[in-house]
């Protein structure tokens, strides 16, 4: 079965510092990534997703993503975070176009002033 | 994307009785997943729903538990049976076409 790491439980940041998320997939074959956000009390929301082409993938509020296949990773970044962006941040994988997501556990971000 | 409208959004019940979320697409879709996210964790699948068909469920979770119905393409329930404490949980339904689109989620608390 095809599961999903994320390294990072809880990251904690100042802002205007930079943003990196591991993920780590298992799964060997073709694959769908995708990064979601979740702010406190609120539901998710999709930050970008990968299907194929451009392995660096730009999502929404300044995040982006780079798939390394022969890392198995889906890396998160952001160059330079801001107190909005605490929240939970969840990898998600699907190996097609009908299968459901496999989450990672989370990793929580806080950022300070 | 497709849109889903998912009800109730919250509810708090007593343990012992069951409780039914009701999810709503405004398209056709093939299959519909269902997830619970307990607090502070990820979300884990619980049932894939085909319409005509049983419900897949995935290890950990039975259909006596978490019976699901799927009675046409844009429309499914999940009931949380018999409920204890520890079924105190966001749940979440989800389908897929031209990515993953989920529901609001319902935030369910047992006591």
């Known amino acids: 079965a095809q599961s999903v790491s994320q390294h990072n439980h809880h990251v904690i940041l100042s802002e205007a510092a930079s943003l990196e998320l591991g993920c780590n997939y298992s799964y060997g074959g073709t694959v769908n990534l995708f990064w979601y956000v979740q702010y406190p009390g609120q539901h998710l929301q999709l930050l970008l997703k990968y299907f194929s082409g451009d392995p660096l993938v730009k999502g929404i509020k300044g995040f982006e993503a780079e798939f390394i296949k022969s890392k198995f990773s889906f890396n998160l970044r952001k160059p330079s975070v801001q107190w909005s962006d605490t929240a939970e941040y969840f990898c998600?994988?699907?190996?097609?176009?009908?299968?459901?997501?496999?989450f990672g556990k989370g990793t929580r971000l806080s950022v300070i002033a | 994307s497709a849109v889903i409208s998912q009800k109730p959004s919250r509810d708090i019940c007593q343990r012992g009785t069951s409780l039914t979320i009701q999810c709503q697409v405004d398209s056709q879709v093939t299959m519909m997943f269902w997830y619970r996210q307990q607090p502070g964790q990820s979300l884990t699948l619980i049932a894939t729903a085909n319409q005509g068909s049983e419900a897949t469920y995935e290890s950990g979770f039975v259909i006596d538990k978490f019976p699901i119905s799927r009675p046409n393409l844009t429309f499914s329930t999940l009931t949380v049976s018999n409920m204890s404490p520890e079924d105190s949980s966001i749940y979440l339904c989800?389908?897929?076409?031209?990515?993953?689109?989920f529901g609001s989620g319902t935030r369910l608390t047992v006591v």
């Open positions: 998600a994988v699907s190996y097609s176009g009908n299968t459901p997501l496999a």
């Open positions: 989800s389908v897929v076409g031209n990515g993953y689109t």
